[in-house]
């Protein structure tokens, strides 16, 4: 009895100590997936959902909090540039890229920096096993070095100074191919080569390929992409490669569809948001489908932009910057709407129609004072009385006097601001003679006359209203909702001309383009530019008009920071919001952001940007 | 004396033979003749014994010869008496020598009942150390110092102690040498004789009396000490006299069945003459306290007057001390019941303690093996089931609050069914898993009831966890479920039913007057009578627009509890059953808990040596969730606002609440004040988050005692557990988002079962006990678990099937399969039972880990020297037990993810519409276990046989953490699971009890433990320190504790100017801070370690008194020196302006809260604590910063119970056997000085928690409990 206790229990030993090797049912290892028949489409699909899914993060769950690669690339873009302005400090990190007060460890970075490289680390493993042997495979493959072109590409921009400030600068980590034995950054220089590379590998696959969206859908990567992004990629180079942004953009547009000339309405640019992946002007945007791909509807983008009544979800924190809507409202019908369908197809009011009370006729100065150790601006509302508390009494509402000026109280003291001619254009400014007052910035004050003011009765805002855009709203009737545009033709016409401008001598061409963009935008003909007017409308070059409307018809699309920049022009930012009011040039360093500590304490000797 | 000499002479020859039927004849007429001669007589047959040994052992000297005249013995004198009479040998320690003395005697006493001698025809008498047996025995011997031996020997004023080490002095020792090598030998025996019984009662009144006062039995301490409790000490039979030889008076009482009792005064004690007694004066008192059942003196027993002083018992058990006659003597010692006796005029009182079987024979349940509690070598904490279920919680963590030292409970959630955060002696995991592992009736795992609980153990030392090794790096907390205590049936029944309400502490929420002022401090008066969001002045002081949120969100709530448990023996099989149901309505609205659950366990033995236990236990529950949105809206909506119908005129016309999407009231068309735009009593109607979890556990338990040193168990078990959870958001409500409804379901699945075998080796080799088990472990387990969600369903509907296609999601869809095998041992040895050695090692293997390193290794050893059972130690008049204990062990963590070591690619992914493959972790094939190195030394002591004193010390290193170490994020990948990082904690644990004050019937006992426990990361990987959350940090640093808070330091207000003010701090090169200076911009401030999240101490304390059958007993449990973040205050409530929409934290809180305001109008500007109040806030001063890290020390009243105990006499006439009715109030009293409601934060890391964070939460309840417990 004791013996066969004893062999059974032995035997049973032997049964146990066998295979521990478990595997999860919803995933699958590298092993596993490589006998999969189209693995190289689920690796690849993989890498566009790395672009827009909540992946877990530092012990958070994700899934539903707004923490993804698009959106986080494009506040970094966005905020850093003059469009947008802000009424006060966020829990969202935006803050802080949108002030230049950069610090290291803000999750936006860290999570968009670490997403960039698994990006590129999914790339380099595709390209590593996928063999171009079909249409299929050599689309996919295409594919993975535009994906690898574009990730490195979002971070040399972010985390580097601008090409134009040096080739030799630190630039990313470069990661090509599966070699990960080295951490260290590559010059400028280096990555925009190594972009430039992968973009044209991409071209020459994707040629050979098939688009896997087909004719009415740009959900996916093509060739085309790959070009518009290398026309843009080489308009950051200096002007090294003008001649080749031009052929391509002459290429692109060549083979472009018929409509994306046509004039659009309001109603097709209000429309555009709501299916950016059908439109003909999208050549890459990144499909949301609702509504697996909006489960925070408070999280997305469009959030940041805008919210309704009806549905209580988004922010609503970014306003349209007051210069903005002049430059739109420089065209302007009898009844006072904009000429321009762009603007009248985003901009928008704000929600709280039974917490604005109208005050038709009446007006309101807006201007940026002081806040802090004296270098913020926060946006005050002059008020016509004195208030012990600062407070705006809007319902009573400005006059202009006699000079057209108009006589404001603020912390008790009057102040005017001062009506001003402008390039042609009809500006206000603080009266002059300001150095010394506490309250207000050393130079010229810019002020902004709100007509009909809105005086708010609720919390959210403050107390007069800011506008909010809606270019990022619409999609499956959702108010936060679109899919973001990667890449659009509007850009590809844009960006000839701005190399046109630039090259020299192509003025007339370069002016052409941007005609053929204010013509889609439905502004009449007395609107559009000629070499002979330019000038008198207060612009000093032809890229100054370009870039102008570049700002306009790609406002808030994350390109205007860089514009500015890859062009070494200033960027100004006198303007009402929550941030410093200053001025900042193409070499500042406070351009290159820090980059997370996490990169910085995993490797010895790693170079951190220098912000000072 | 000259006859015992002859007799002894005979006995010695005759014992080397067997007897004759003829010879034992003429013995029985010598020994009759003695005791005719009032002498006493040779022992008729001598059994020898090894030196330390107390079993019978045939193959020992002349035993064989000896064993067969006791056959004969049996045979002859069927209606005779037999007297067993034990010594030993005076060489050993006297405590020692009583105990094997007894063991010898018993043994001798089996082998005669196992002939077939009537047990009741045998006397046992033990009588210790034989020097008499000595003096006789070197008569005729010749060795150094012979004569001066005999002298002390003779010498009748001498103790057995003093006798003992006088012989030890005499010839530099050669003497005693010369006796332990020559005849004591002889001396280790048990001598059996046969009387008539006539001649027995003779020679134990007479001659045994004077000759060996040892066997005297005691005088009455016939009261029943505690009648009420009901402890019944069984008679002893075999070893009680037969009522025939009983003295017959004085006359017994008859209810006094608890102890064996002789009322026999003795005639003659060493006492000369009786001193005269005069009343009321002092006299001497002398006597002897005797075990009662043995008749063994009781050494070093308590002699205590009631006026508080008192003496001690010597080595035999004798006292004397000085007292009147009004005087009342309380015997005590432990492992016995006390005894009262007055004085009156007697000189001479002997003393027979029953023993209390409990604290005696104490076992300690330790998982796979089980402990006498005296040998216990490693930190050991039971809590005993009434002890424990003092708290009406239906989960056994909140039940362990404050109870023992080094324990730390914290009960974060007022959400019934919500379990408490166990740490044991600190944390030192700082991802994985830190929780201890349950182990039920033996098997790691499973599920029980607090009711069926019939203790609870609490592992806290790796020499005794690491039997378990995985998963145990948390400590152990091992449960035994009740069995039928008697053959006889019986049912218990226990209702209670109370009333429970949130604690508030001292938080409170402004009101409407309050929150008006508040604003007026920053808001200008057009803006407040004009645009503001604010009623106007005079309607709020009229006393309108005043709502209260909070009190009409948290009600009274009730709990209700039934159990009925019935046990007892059928046939051969013993069973226990019980069902339980438990039933608690939260105090915060629509949250509840309901549970029932029921138990069987049955014993049923299969053949002589096979028991088959059977176990199951089966429940189901079903819980409310309270809602986030609800609870955290309690807390922010403004009282301007009223959720209920209102008329025109602002006043509430019905209890309906109203539909809020807007800013506009549906009903009366006003304003709509609060921010948020919604009324969660209109969502509470139709919304709820609920569900139910179910569970089944099996047990087949199989014993087999295959000799009578090897015994084979084999525990199987299925386990088998569902949970099933569903939040629904109505179409009607404006909670959800577009108002198109949502309901999310989401189910899991566990089952699994696993057997685990152990053999048992026990062994006795003389005065060495050894034993040892070898065990494996071997189980299999399937996890699944899926998540759907819908929406855009018509309202009111909850189908899936009902919502629109579209909005289907899948949340997730996953199973997997696990293995789980180990191999387990222990070896434990004592000598004496005074030196005990434990060893244990363990080998697991977890699939959690690579490939190569699955396998883990968890040795342990301990142990402990029972000092009081030193001979040094006897007499001594301060330990009546002293045991001092060292332990080391190791145990392993893999309380992680399952499947971290591998490369993954998720497949939850998708991109348009298309499923995708996203790369989500890299593998670390070389991930293997988290090791925890406990070193623990520890002392039980009972002082001056009350107080019981337990002292540790340990020291723990947990290495090879698992963590997500950092991956340059360029890799693609954040992090990888690695075993990396170091942490320490060291701590110190105290815990004492004993009774206050005894008076008569009035008993008052306490009890106070603490834990001390201080942490420290020693090492990280790369050195690099690690944040912990998002806006709200910790950063675990070397050198730090794990938990430490990492922010801008609080500065407080800048008297002059209202403003914030933080620290700024100035580094060298090196890290040292060289200035620290104020600064009142937020950007300017230097985040730094402010403080930790972890306690300086812990403890409890507890104390019960008892008059007659009134029981008043309380418990309390205290947190020193911990830190609490008070997210709710940052966010939104104590915010100075910034969140205008929302209600704030009122400052007349007793906590002496003063705002800044211009002007100084009250004069308290120099010591505000809150900056001015401004519209957007002042400065940043609302942003994260230690100016919401409060001190999150308290003392909370855990629990007050009075209960009584109904009149037994009563009682028996409805045939009940026992009856308490009780009122039990938790939580009665709170000493904090936090601001929130409940200082009882989560010890839990989750992701939208850290340990020590206060956010929103739904504080813990104080109830009122009624209850009774009936026993039939």
Known sequence: MNKKIFALGISLLALVSCEMDFYPSDSMTSAQIKDNPNSAVLTTDGIYSLFKDNLPYKGESGGRDGNYYIRHIHQLSETRGDNVTISGNSEDPFTQP??????????????????????????????????????????????????RAIAHFHMVTLYAMPYVCGRDNPGVVLRIGMDYSKTERATVGECYDAIVADLKEAIKYMEKGKNRGGANDASYVTANAAKALLSRVYLFMGDEHLQDCIDLCDELIKAAPATVKSVYSV?????????????????????????????????????????????????????????????????????????????????????????????????????????????????????????????????????????????FYYNKTKYTAVKTEVNGFTRYFINANLTGDPTFFDGKTPAYIREDVDEVAGWRNGDYVRYYNTKWSGQDGQVTMTSPVMLRWGEVFLNRAEALARIGGKDTEALEDVNQIRRRAGLPEEAMFKMTNYKERGYESVLDVVLDERRMELCFEGQRVFDVFRNKKALDRRYVGYHPFEVINYDDPRIALLISNDEILATDGFEQNNQK | MLVLGVALALSTQLSANELTANELTAYSQAVKAAVEAGEKPAPQVRITFPYGVGKLEESFANNAAGMRSLKAMVRDHKNDMILVMAYASPEGNAASNLVLTNKRAHSVKDYLVAQGFPVEQIVVRTAGEDWDGLKDMIGNKEFTGKAEVLRILSDDSLSSAQKKARVQEVAGGKAWDWLVGNVMADLRSVQVYTFTKEDLQKFLNGTLVQQQPAEQTAQPAAKATEPEKTQPVTPVVEETVPETVAEPEPVKKPETVVQPETTKQPETTQQPAAPVVVKGQKHQVTGRVVEAET???????????????????????????????????????????????????????????????????????????????????????????????????????????????????????????????????????????????????????????????????????????????????????????????????????????????????????????????FNELFRSESWLSKVSNIPSKEDIDAGMYNFDWIGNTFKTGIVRNYYVSTSGKAGKISYYASIDHYNEQGSLINSGYRRTAARVNLTAPITERLTMNLRMNYSKSYTNSARWKTRESAYVMLPFDNPFTLDKDGNQVSDDPVLINSVTRPDNKKRWYSKNTYNYFHNELYNYARGHDEGLTGDLQLVWNVTDWLTLTSTNRYDSSGSYSEEYLDPRTSEVEDDKGSISKSEGEWNGWGTTNIAKFYKTFGVHDVSAIVGWEYGEGYTRFWGVSGGEMPAGQRSLSNCSPASILIDSDRDYNTRTWALLSQAQYSYLGKYILTASLRYDESYKFGPLNRGGYFPGASAAWVISNEPFMSGNRWFSFLKLRAGYGKTGNDSIEAFKYQDILALNAYYNNAVSAVVKQQANYNLGWEEAYMTSLGVDATIKNNWNVTLDIYHTINDKLLLERDMPPSSGFFSVMDNVGKVRNMGLELAIDGTILKKGNFTWDGGFNLGMNQNRVLELPEHNDMPLGDKVKQMVIEGRDIYSWYMPKWAGVDVNTGRPLWEHLEYDDEGNVIETTLVDTYGDATYQVVGSASPWFTGGVNTSLRWKSLTLSATGSFVVGNRIFNATRMNIMDTDGAQPGFNMQSLDNGLGWIRWIDGDPFGTNYKATHPEAMNGGNSDAHNYSSRYLEDGSFFRLRNVTLSYDLPTKLLSKAHIGAARVYVSADNLYTLTRFSGMDPEVSLEMSTYSLPGLYSDNYPVPMSVVLGIDVKF
């Not at chain 1, 499909?287 to 909006?294: A, L």
């Not at chain 1, 806040?371 to 005050?380: H, N, P, Q």
């Open chain 1, 267 to 407: 109603e097709t640019l209000a429309a555009y948001p709501t299916a950016t992946w059908s439109s003909p002007e999208t050549i890459w945007c990144l499909r949301f489908t609702y509504p697996s791909d909006h489960q925070a509807p408070s999280a997305t983008i469009g959030a940041m932009y805008n919210v309704t009544e009806e549905s209580t979800n988004g922010w609503g924190e970014w306003y349209w910057n007051d210069e903005l809507i002049e430059l739109f409202n420089r065209y302007k019908n009898d009844d006072g709407t904009t000429k321009d369908n762009r603007f009248a197809a985003y901009f928008t009011y704000p929600w709280f129609p039974d917490t604005v009370v109208k005050n038709e006729g009446k007006k309101m100065v807006c201007f940026p004072v002081k806040e802090g150790k004296g270098d913020f601006c926060v946006t005050r509302a002059g008020t016509v009385g004195p208030d012990p508390k600062n407070e705006a009494d809007m319902a009573t509402g400005l006059l202009p006097n006699a000079d057209g000026n108009y006589e």
């Open chain 2, 295 to 517: 008749g063994e003196p009781v050494i070093a027993a308590g002699v205590l007057l009631s006026t508080g002083t008192g003496t001690t018992t010597d080595f035999d058990g004798y006292y004397t001390i000085m007292a009147t006659d009004t005087d009342v003597l309380t015997f005590s010692s432990v492992g016995y019941q006390e005894v009262t006796e007055t004085v009156g005029l007697r000189s001479v009182i002997d003393v027979a303690l029953p023993t209390d079987s409990m604290l005696l024979e104490e076992v300690v349940v330790l998982g796979y093996t089980t402990q006498k509690k005296a040998e216990l070598s490693s930190a050991v904490v039971t809590v005993a089931a009434d002890k424990l279920t003092d708290v009406t919680t239906p989960d056994v963590g909140n039940m362990l609050q404050g109870k023992v030292a080094g324990v730390m409970v914290m009960n974060s959630s007022g959400q019934p069914g919500e379990g408490a955060a166990i740490r044991i002696r600190g944390t030192g995991s700082i991802t994985a898993g830190a929780g201890p592992l349950y182990v039920v009736d033996g098997v790691a795992g499973g599920a029980f009831n607090p009711n069926d609980v019939e203790t609870l153990t609490v592992l806290k030392d790796a020499s005794a966890t690491a039997l378990y090794g995985a998963a145990a790096a948390g400590g152990v907390i091992v449960i035994t479920t009740k069995s039928a205590k008697s053959d006889e049936a019986q049912v218990n029944f226990k209702a209670s039913v109370g009333i429970k309400r949130a604690l508030m502490g001292h938080f409170k929420a402004m009101d409407a007057k309050e929150l008006y002022e």
């Open chain 1, 98 to 147: 949108y002030q230049y007060k950069d610090v290291s460890d803000t999750k936006n970075k860290t999570y968009s920096w670490w997403i960039a490289y698994k990006i590129i680390y999914a790339a380099n493993s595709n390209i590593d096993v996928i063999e171009p042997k079909d249409a299929l495979t050599n689309q996919l493959l295409g594919e993975n070095y535009f994906f």
